[in-house]
């Protein structure tokens, strides 16, 4: 909340400025993401022409680009939904401004990330055969399970809130086109009563209680694909938990560009304050705090037992072909970002989105270095194998980078950017403060 | 003069570089020759250890020769055919060098003895072939007696995700039905404020200058 209380007009109008007519720079920026999108789509054809073959790849290599993406844009969703939810819970006051945005940003992260597998698979047709001959034993099928659950939740929770918005747009389009139609099918016939206020609340409340353990429980069923693996580097007990922490580490990295960037687009600086940043980035370093010790925690246990194939493998990271990258993680993704929110000069709005640009990037960075080095590694008596993506791989994931700020774009394009529902709320309980204060 | 030093500098080049080809260059040619016999175990039942060994003889007068290190592989087939190492030992005083392995496939294991030489003796190696008759599990069963658990633990998953499921149903269609209006009879029949969602007095929540 601001220092003076807002009327329902500023609010309503701030939460609609991305729905007016767009300007140039709008469609400069929607223009080149759906380059990149299409670049993406492109290469996978002729992937799906070529086979797999068209990738770096190969018969030890089996996951690249795609799977550490896989991880990657799952976290970023798990993130979003997360702060989301939590903040919610916990009765965070400044959340209004950012929920919508973390929730819809969990979505398209999701659906982006969800897609991996299947573009990982090669043939796309046989993603059926996980349906029609799955076993439960099998992490892939736990994976498709807690993907899909957890996608059903984010859309829930993402739509629920978006219900007496989408009856403000309703009301503002009293004209019967396509998009007055949604509005008005979205909105579930809100009219602000008391029994659908209660309605509304009950079932938000379900609904973020129940995404932590289903985001908790994604994440961990990723991380036990890697952990169920005899692998060096994968082969391990707190997978899970280092995921998830991780996930969150970048999803809150993620929130806070995406934040900033609506933020500086749209002006919406008297909504979404220093402030909201300051207590974001102290999460960020929370996390990263968590990520760091549990990163310890695993180098260490396995640097000190240094079993022959992870000794091989620790000193690929730390002193071989990949230091420049393990390295790079750790100063610049996160040593940093805790620096540059540590040092009251840097905790800016730019410091704290320079620092989560360099989590987001690091944590990307950090997934490729979990993924490819396990499986480069050889089991049998062999050498180790080097892994380049191909441009297939490059040009499939810039795209799915694209494709989530563009998926925000347009979706905010329709849909008000901050919650108006929670933003009155919020607002209506800072008056009331103030008014009960002043009494 | 020029062209003089620079025949010598090439001279003593070459004679220095033969110098270091002569020391590093190997000696087992002039090293004794030697005889690997294989020592192949008899049929061996799926799934049990078989020792493979093998005897290391003098090639010319067959004394055995002690305190040298054999090793061994199997010819395996995964990604193409290729030797894969299962062990080392040293020979004994009767020049006999054995390992436990462990047969990870049922049928024919070829099997390779090496020793790859020394300063005094020469490199060589034996092949032999045994089979491990019967069903050999590649993996262990990993139930130790957590067959109960490995029983039930799918079916509570199962009823947990199902549990999810009719959740995330029941909120979406008692939101769905929840949020109907109810007008009361005899009420107007136009809603009171459209999309409005709180009920202050007036149009703004604060005055703005709070």
Redesign the interface.
């Known amino acids: 909340m601001t220092a003076?209380?807002?009327?329902?007009?500023?609010?309503r109008e701030a939460a609609q400025r991305p729905m007016m007519a767009p300007g140039k720079t709008w469609w400069l920026i929607v223009l080149g993401l759906s380059a990149l999108v299409l670049w993406a789509a492109v290469a996978y054809a002729y992937q799906v022409m070529n086979g797999l073959g068209v990738t770096g790849l190969g018969?030890r290599v089996t996951w690249g680009f795609y799977i550490a993406n896989l991880v990657f844009f799952i976290g970023i969703s798990y993130g979003g939904a997360m702060t989301s939810a939590i903040l919610r819970l916990t009765g965070a006051p400044w959340r209004a401004p950012l929920t919508r945005m973390a929730e819809a940003t969990a979505v398209a992260a999701l659906l982006v990330g969800a897609a991996f597998p299947i573009i990982d698979l090669g043939r796309p047709d046989r993603f059926l055969n996980v349906i029609l001959h799955g076993q439960?034993?099998s992490p892939v099928v736990?994976d498709v399970?807690a993907i899909s659950?957890y996608l059903?939740?984010s859309l829930?929770f993402l739509l629920?809130p978006l219900?007496?918005d989408a009856?403000?747009c309703?009301?503002?389009r009293p004209e019967r086109g396509l998009r007055s139609r949604i509005y008005r099918l979205l909105?579930?016939?809100?009219?602000?009563?008391p029994?659908?206020?209660r309605?509304?609340r009950?079932?938000m409340t379900?609904?973020a209680i129940?995404i932590i353990p289903?985001a908790v429980s994604v994440h961990s069923v990723l991380a036990w694909l890697f952990g169920v693996t005899v692998r060096p580097g994968w082969n391990s007990t707190i997978f899970a938990p280092y995921f998830v922490l991780g996930a969150m580490f970048s999803g809150v990295g993620a929130v806070i560009l995406v934040l900033a960037a609506f933020r500086k687009a749209y002006h919406l600086e008297a909504y979404i304050t220093t402030k909201h940043f300051t207590y974001l980035a102290y999460i960020l370093v929370v996390l990263a705090s968590g990520y760091l010790y549990f990163m310890v925690s695993e180098y260490l246990t396995e640097g000190y037992k240094m079993h022959e194939d992870t000794g091989r493998l620790l000193e690929l990271l730390m002193l071989g072909r990949l230091a420049p990258f393990f390295w790079l993680f750790i100063f610049g993704g996160l040593l940093a970002p805790i620096a540059l929110i540590a040092v009251p000069f840097t905790r800016t709005i730019p410091g704290i989105t320079l620092a989560a640009l360099a989590v987001v990037l690091g944590m990307w960075l950090k997934r490729f270095l979990i993924v490819v080095p396990g499986l480069a590694e050889p089991l049998?008596?062999s050498s180790l194998i080097i892994y380049y993506p191909s441009w297939v791989e490059v040009a499939i994931t810039l795209g799915a980078a694209a494709a989530i700020p563009l998926m925000l774009m347009v979706f905010f394009r329709f849909f008000p950017v901050l919650s108006i529902?929670e933003m009155?709320?919020a607002?209506?309980e800072?008056?009331s403060a103030?008014a009960a204060g002043g009494a | 003069m020029a062209v003089g030093n620079l025949i010598r500098t090439a001279a003593v080049l070459v004679v220095a570089g033969a110098m270091l080809w002569l020391a590093g260059a190997p000696v087992v040619a002039s090293a004794t020759p030697t005889v690997l016999t294989a020592l192949p175990p008899a049929e061996q039942e799926g799934g049990k250890a078989v020792t493979i060994a093998a005897r290391l003889t003098d090639g010319s007068t067959n004394r055995p020769l002690g305190s040298l290190n054999v090793q061994f592989f199997v010819m395996t087939d995964v990604f193409g055919p290729r030797l894969m190492s299962v062990g080392q030992a040293i020979t004994d005083t009767t020049g006999r060098a054995a390992i436990s392995y462990k047969p990870s496939w049922e049928g024919d294991t070829k099997v390779v003895a090496r020793f790859a030489g020394s300063a005094q003796f020469a490199a060589t190696e034996t092949t032999f072939q045994f089979v491990a008759v019967g069903p050999v599990p590649v993996h262990q069963d990993a139930s130790f007696g957590l067959e109960p658990i490995r029983a039930w633990a799918p079916a509570v998953v199962v009823v947990l995700v199902l549990g999810v499921w009719a959740t995330l149903i029941a909120v979406v269609s008692q939101t769905v039905l929840g949020l109907r209006v109810r007008i009361p009879e005899g009420a107007p029949v136009s809603v009171p404020i459209a999309g409005t969602h709180l009920q202050p007095a007036s149009e703004d929540i604060g005055d703005g200058a709070s």
């Not at chain 1, 003076?4 to 609010?11: F, M, N, V, W």
Request: a negative charge.
């Open positions: 003076r209380a807002l009327s329902r007009t500023e609010i018969q439960v034993g736990w399970v659950t059903a939740a829930i629920l219900i007496p009856a403000v309703r009301d503002a909105s579930l016939g809100w009219e602000g009563t029994e659908q206020h309605v509304l009950r079932s379900i609904i129940l289903l049998l008596p529902y009155e709320e607002e209506l800072h008056v103030h």
